[in-house]
């Protein structure tokens, strides 16, 4: 059983990183993929940025939107995870882009 999972869940900026870690039946997979259509084009296949992992009770794995992906796309990562039992949670979390980050600064009032 998948008992917590330590992430923040607010949307993620191009270039952020952020550390995940899960406690619960270890081991756990990790799974991330990057989404820029809904729904899933026929023939999906995942980029080089979408990883699976494998780790520990406590252990942090890194997450990145990364820059070199996500700078002229919008979209989302989906992160699953999945302990030894075959419990698991899927995350998503929406990639600000840059147009995205200016028009919310700008709504903001910034």
Same mark, same amino acid.
């Given at each position: 059983?998948?008992?917590?999972?330590?992430?923040?869940?607010?949307?993620?900026?191009?270039?952020?990183?952020?550390?995940?870690?899960?406690?619960?039946?270890?081991?756990?997979?990790?799974?991330?993929?990057?989404?820029?259509?809904?729904? #899933?084009?026929?023939?999906?296949?995942?980029?080089?940025?979408?990883?699976?992992?494998?780790?520990?009770?406590?252990?942090?794995?890194?997450?990145?939107?990364?820059?070199?992906?996500?700078?002229?796309?919008?979209?989302?990562?989906?992160?699953?995870?999945?302990?030894?039992?075959?419990?698991?949670?899927?995350? #998503?979390?929406?990639?600000?882009?840059?147009?995205?980050?200016?028009?919310?600064?700008?709504?903001?009032?910034?």
């Amino acid at each position: 059983m998948i008992r917590e999972i330590n992430f923040q869940l607010e949307p993620m900026e191009i270039g952020e990183i952020r550390s995940l870690s899960v406690s619960g039946d270890a081991p756990f997979q990790v799974g991330v993929s990057c989404f820029v259509r809904e729904p #899933r084009p026929p023939g999906y296949r995942p980029c080089p940025h979408c990883v699976v992992r494998s780790i520990s009770e406590n252990e942090t794995i890194d997450i990145e939107a990364s820059r070199e992906f996500w700078e002229d796309r919008q979209g989302h990562l989906e992160i699953k995870v999945t302990d030894q039992k075959g419990d698991s949670r899927t995350l #998503r979390l929406q990639v600000n882009s840059r147009e995205t980050g200016t028009q919310l600064s700008a709504m903001a009032g910034h």
